[in-house]
């Protein structure tokens, strides 16, 4: 069964330095990954995806992340953390069914 | 241009009564998803379709839920006789290609079953 860890509850980083939000996956498979981002009382906000090609992928605000087949790790990362970064990230991978299978979360805070 | 829309926004109900929460997908979108959000469960799937099919709704929690979309396009989650722990954030999503392209989420009915 597809899966997904995300082994930080909380990434404290300053802002202005690089930040990364950790993530493994589980699947029989080629993987299709997913970051997704949920500020406060909002809905979830897609990222970037992975579904094949270039291991490093870029998404939205300056985010990217690094497929890694033999570590199974899909990471978020950022060269330089904003204050409005702060929120929760979510790694997801796709379900048999077509739908999303999410990681717990991981909450980022960027501090000034 | 429109995205997903949800209502209601939020919704209060009496343990035993229905509910019945609706869906707006973005236009043209074949697929749509619905999630639960909760504080000790997380990010749940519940169930999925595919232009006006439901092929499997073996993610929906009990016989209490359902759900139905209509055209195409609107969708709506009934639960019945509604208990505590049906307490949750419900989120729905679309996206235009079943499990290929990014979903794109609404902003969630929040349901508090006192």
């Known amino acids: 069964a597809q899966s997904v860890a995300q082994p930080e509850d909380q990434v404290n980083v300053a802002e202005g330095n690089p930040l990364t939000v950790k993530c493994t996956y589980s699947?029989?498979?080629?993987?299709?990954l997913f970051w997704y981002v949920q500020y406060p009382n909002r809905g979830l906000q897609f990222l970037l995806k992975?579904?094949?090609?270039?291991?490093l992928v870029k998404g939205s605000y300056g985010f990217e992340a690094e497929f890694n087949k033999s570590q199974t790790s899909f990471h978020l990362k950022k060269p330089s953390a904003l204050v409005s970064d702060s929120a929760l990230y979510f790694c997801?991978?796709?379900?048999?069914?077509?739908?999303?299978?999410f990681g717990k979360g991981t909450k980022l805070s960027v501090k000034p | 241009g429109a995205g997903v829309s949800q209502s209601p926004s939020n919704k209060v109900t009496e343990k035993g009564k229905d509910v019945e929460l609706r869906c707006d997908p973005i236009s043209g979108h074949t697929a749509l998803y619905w999630y639960r959000q909760s504080l000790g469960q997380g990010l749940e799937f519940l169930i999925y379709f595919q232009g006006n099919s439901a092929p499997d709704k073996s993610g929906l929690p009990s016989d209490r839920f359902s759900a139905e979309r209509t055209g195409g396009s609107v969708s709506t989650l009934t639960i019945q006789r509604t208990q505590q722990e049906d307490s949750a954030v419900y989120l729905c999503a679309s996206s235009f290609i079943l499990g290929l392209d990014e979903q794109y989420f609404g902003p969630g009915t929040r349901l508090t079953v006192t």
């Open positions: 992975y579904i094949t090609g270039d291991n």
């Open positions: 997801a991978v796709r379900g048999s069914q077509g739908n999303l299978i």
């Open positions: 699947v029989s498979g080629n993987p299709y």
